[in-house]
C-alpha cells in the first residue's frame, strides 16, 4: 500500500553498561562537545568512573534514545532542588529521523510532567547554541537571568538558563503541539519510557 505514513517509535531506557561504549563514542564528537559545558574529550576511564557514580546516584537518571530499536541519542536528568529537575541530551547519530531534536524537547517534558513531586523542569544552553534556545522559547520556557559562561574559540559566551512550570506544560501541551508539523505530533504520540 502506498500513501501510508509511518513514523518512528522513540523508546527511552536506561543507559546500562551494553551502551557505555557507544555513548562514549557520541560524547566524544566534536560537534556534542562543543554544546557542553565541560568540551574537553572524555578518557575511556573517566567515563567509566562516571558510569560507576551513576549506579549510586539516585538524583541523575540517564536514558538511551532509541528510535525503531537503533540507539540515535542520549536523554538526561538530574535533581536540582526540590520539585526542580535539570535535563539535557544529544543525538549522537547525524542520519536521524527529521524532528528528532523537537521529539527530544517533548519526551523531556513529557517525562518530568508525569513525575508528581516535580514542579519545574530546568535548562542551561550555551548562548551561541541558537538552535536550542529558539527551541525552548518555541515550546514556551521562561528565561531566567543568564549566566556568565567562560570562553569557547577565543569569544566569551553566556549561559541561557530556562525554566518550564510542569502544570504549563501539563495544561498546554495539546495546544504547543498543535504548532508543530503534523508529522511530529503523530511521532509524539509514540514516545515510550520504560
Given at each position: 500500500?502506498?500513501?501510508?505514513k509511518?513514523?518512528?517509535i522513540s523508546?527511552?531506557?536506561a543507559?546500562?553498561?551494553?551502551?557505555?561504549?557507544?555513548?562514549w563514542?557520541w560524547r566524544?564528537?566534536s560537534?556534542?562537545?562543543?554544546?557542553?559545558h565541560?568540551?574537553?574529550?572524555i578518557?575511556?576511564q573517566?567515563?567509566?568512573s562516571?558510569?560507576?557514580k551513576?549506579q549510586?546516584?539516585?538524583?541523575?537518571?540517564v536514558?538511551?534514545f532509541?528510535?525503531n530499536?537503533?540507539p540515535?541519542?542520549?536523554?538526561?536528568?538530574?535533581?536540582?532542588?526540590?520539585g526542580?529537575?535539570e535535563?539535557g541530551c544529544?543525538?549522537?547519530?547525524?542520519d536521524v529521523?527529521p524532528?528528532?531534536?523537537?521529539l527530544?524537547?517533548i519526551?523531556?517534558?513529557d517525562?518530568a510532567a508525569?513525575?508528581?513531586?516535580?514542579?519545574s523542569?530546568y535548562?542551561?544552553v550555551?548562548?551561541?547554541n541558537?538552535?536550542?534556545?529558539?527551541?525552548?522559547?518555541f515550546f514556551?520556557?521562561q528565561?531566567?537571568?543568564d549566566?556568565p559562561?567562560?570562553?569557547?574559540?577565543?569569544?566569551?559566551?553566556?549561559?541561557?538558563v530556562?525554566?518550564y512550570?510542569?502544570d504549563?506544560?501539563?495544561k498546554n501541551?495539546i495546544?504547543?503541539?498543535?504548532r508543530?508539523?503534523k508529522?511530529?505530533?503523530a511521532a509524539?504520540?509514540?514516545?515510550q519510557?520504560?
Open positions: 500500500m502506498t500513501g501510508i509511518t513514523y518512528p523508546h527511552f531506557s543507559l546500562t553498561a551494553a551502551d557505555l561504549e557507544r555513548v563514542h566524544n564528537q560537534e556534542i562537545r562543543r554544546n557542553m565541560n568540551d574537553a574529550p578518557s575511556w573517566e567515563h567509566l562516571w558510569f560507576d551513576l549510586s546516584d539516585e538524583s541523575r537518571q536514558f538511551i532509541k528510535q530499536d537503533r540515535i541519542g542520549v536523554l538526561n536528568f538530574s535533581q536540582r532542588s526540590q526542580v529537575i535535563w544529544y543525538l549522537g547519530e547525524t529521523w524532528g528528532s531534536g523537537l527530544l524537547e519526551a523531556a517534558l517525562y508525569t513525575q508528581i513531586e516535580l514542579s523542569l535548562a542551561e550555551l548562548s551561541f541558537q538552535s536550542v534556545v529558539r527551541m525552548h522559547e514556551g520556557y528565561p531566567l537571568p549566566r559562561g567562560q570562553m569557547r574559540n577565543d569569544e566569551p559566551y553566556m549561559v541561557n530556562f525554566s512550570e510542569l504549563e506544560w501539563r501541551r495546544r504547543v503541539l498543535a508543530l508539523p508529522q511530529i505530533c509524539a504520540d509514540l514516545i519510557f520504560t
